[in-house]
């Protein structure tokens, strides 16, 4: 594993290959202060709307393409390893390294390029807006100076607006990108559990199976350039633009 991959961040929980009081003195280790600030920040009552968006999955569902768990699972296993997932993942790392090295042009230049990589208005719409509602809440509920580096009313994606709190607040990036790619998934799996629909059950399947997956687009984004960033989900993008003109429609993307 590459050497960045290895150090970005300590574990947050104990290692299930120790015993006893190796154990205890590992847990002991864990930074329960940035743990309930994740959860926090990437629960579904964080108020940022993100219930309201699907990411162009309606459109996949009139069409076709998602007809039930397991096409949805294939779905979002592409977004994530080739698509606009990866992609965030990838914008999330160089914010967060870049908050940490106080390096304020590296900042500015992932907070451009992040919202530049929108492939249709409503994914633009989608990220930005949800990245000025977790900036408006998490300055008046968890305010750090970290957040001032981002000015009120900018464009801000939202992988980039978590990104910039996390280091804020010495939420280690590995940890805080899991989390992040963790939420972002679950979010998608409830829009397809209403669309498609699916039982509650599928659900928790479809986001079980993702976890290899999340795992592995979080290791490669931690050592990813971002002259090496991409999308090659041509579906998923198609997908949100098809949306924009859908006649019955319940999410905004």
Not at 210 to 237: H, K, M, N
């Amino acid at each position: 594993m590459d050497e960045r991959v290895k150090r970005e961040g300590p574990a947050f929980f104990p290692s299930p290959r120790l015993r006893g009081d190796e154990r205890i003195a590992d847990a002991q280790q864990v930074d329960f202060p940035a743990l309930y600030r994740l959860m926090a920040w990437l629960s579904p009552a964080y108020p940022i709307g993100a219930f309201s968006y699907s990411s162009g999955i309606e459109w996949a569902v009139e069409a076709g393409d998602i007809k039930d768990a397991d096409t949805l699972r294939r779905w979002l296993a592409v977004v994530l390893s080739s698509g606009g997932g990866f992609c965030d993942a990838v914008f999330f790392a160089h914010a967060h390294r870049a908050v940490t090295a106080a390096d304020d042009a590296a900042l500015a230049a992932v907070v451009e390029l992040a919202a530049a990589f929108a492939p249709s208005k409503e994914r633009f719409l989608e990220t930005t807006a949800q990245g000025r509602a977790f900036l408006d809440t998490t300055r008046a509920a968890w305010s750090c100076a970290a957040l001032d580096k981002l000015a009120p009313g900018a464009i801000v994606a939202l992988p980039v607006a978590v990104a910039v709190a996390c280091a804020g607040h010495n939420v280690d990036l590995a940890p805080a990108l899991h989390a992040y790619l963790h939420g972002a998934s679950a979010n998608l799996i409830s829009a397809g559990v209403r669309l498609v629909p699916l039982g509650q059950t599928d659900g928790q399947r479809v986001l079980a199976a993702l976890e290899p997956v999340i795992a592995a687009t979080a290791a490669r984004a931690l050592i990813t350039d971002l002259d090496g960033v991409g999308s090659a989900a041509f579906r998923a993008d198609l997908a949100s633009m098809r949306h924009e003109s859908q006649y019955t429609r319940l999410f905004r993307s």
